[in-house]
Structure formats: structure tokens, C-alpha cells
């Protein structure tokens, strides 16, 4: 039989084993929900991320905070939603220059007809021919709507062929004077015959000036002038 320190003795000790499980349980635990919330507060600011992104707001920000696999996916959700987001950004903004391409033709056509139905300006060929070519860019403007995805990857063809700057600019003043003088604005042209032809595309330069043109009679006061001139300077032409 033991005696009573060596009771003592092994009571002591299995308190002490019993201390010691409870400690390293407690220390375990403790670990465990440390360890448990470093996983999962990451993967909570994705799923907030991906519910915002859900419900229409592309562009979202999940915080790196470590260079493990987390750290790494969240850094990829980052970059899509920064991609998602250009990408939205930039089908509005095309969507935008189309509504502005189609408008600028309807512009000049309505121009034209309001005139010769309210008996201010007669239809002459001249200016049905102008509205005639404003009806066929127009339509050419909805053929490139077909193309979107072309113009999305930035591969939109040209069909460059040689053409006279004063032309151009020509054909442009005839096809905007109605509405300059509607505006009271002087719609100008100056530049000489002799300009060397420049190989470009028509429609895509009618585009251009069109657009900056209808800008300019939209911010021009009245009596003032829209100049469109070119010049060659050395090897070029502006």
C-alpha cells in the first residue's frame, strides 16, 4: 500500500497533468478561432466584394493583406473587377460617340428639311445632294454598328483612299453652312487648291469633323466664325 506522501505526491501530479490539458486546450482554442478568423476575414471581404459587383457597382477593392493563396486571389479579384470596370467605362463611352456620330447627319438632314418645309430655303440639287450624302453616311454609321466588336479590340478597318484637304474641307463647310446660319456663325474655309492629296478614310474623317464641328456651333456665340483651314508645313500637313 502507499503511504500518504506518495498519495500526496500522485494526486499533486494528476492535478498538474489536469491543469495542463486544460491549458493546452485553452492555449488550442484560442489559436484555433485566431488562426480561423486570419482565414476567414479575407474570404468575407471577397464575398462583400462579389455582392456589391452583384448588384451593379463593378469597380471594388478586396485588401491584400498576406502573400499566400489568399493574398493571390484576392489581388486576381482585384485586377477583374478593375478590368470589368474599364471595360464597362468603355462600352459607355462608345455607346456615348455613336449616340454623337448619329446625331450629328440627323443634325444637318433636319436642318435642311425644317428649312424647305417652312419655304425659307428652296430644294435645290445642290442641297438635296448634301442631304443625300448625309442619308448615306448615316447609313454607313449603322453598317459599323455591326462592328462593335471589332472597334471593342481596336482592329475597326480603314478604307484609306487619296483625298484633296480642301475637298474635304469643302464638303464638310456645305454640309454644316445651314446650321451655322441658323446659329448666325460664319462657317469658313481656307486653305489652297494646291494641298498634295492625303490618304485617309472619308467617313471616319467626316466623323471627326463632324463631331468637332457640331461642338464648335454649339459653344460659338453668335456672330462668331468656325474656321476650317489646312497648311502644309515641311513634310506635313495641319
Known sequence: PLGG???????????????AALGAA???????????????????DL??????????????????KSHDELGELAAAFNQMSSDLDRLNLSRRQMTADIAHDLRSPLTVIGGYVESMRDGV????????????????HLQRLVEDLRTLSQADAGELRL???????????????????????????ALDVQAQADLPEILLDPDRMAQVFGNLISNSLRYTP????I????????????
Open 121 to 136: 430655303l428652296k430644294p435645290t440639287p445642290e442641297r438635296l445632294d448634301t442631304i443625300h450624302a448625309e442619308v448615306q
Open 5 to 19: 506522501l506518495e498519495l500526496q505526491y500522485l494526486n499533486r501530479t494528476n492535478q498538474a497533468l489536469l491543469y
Open 47 to 64: 464575398t462583400t466584394a462579389i455582392h456589391a459587383m452583384a448588384k451593379g457597382n463593378l469597380k471594388q477593392h478586396a485588401p491584400v
Open 159 to 185: 478604307n484609306r483612299v487619296p483625298v484633296s484637304p480642301l475637298a474635304l474641307l469643302e464638303q464638310m463647310a456645305k454640309s454644316y453652312n445651314q446650321l451655322a446660319a441658323r446659329k448666325k456663325v
Open 26 to 44: 485553452l492555449v488550442a482554442l484560442g489559436l484555433g478561432t485566431i488562426l480561423a478568423r486570419t482565414l476567414t476575414h479575407p474570404l468575407r
Open 222 to 225: 453668335e456672330g462668331g466664325q
Open 227 to 238: 474656321l476650317l483651314a489646312a497648311r502644309q508645313e515641311k513634310d506635313s500637313l495641319a
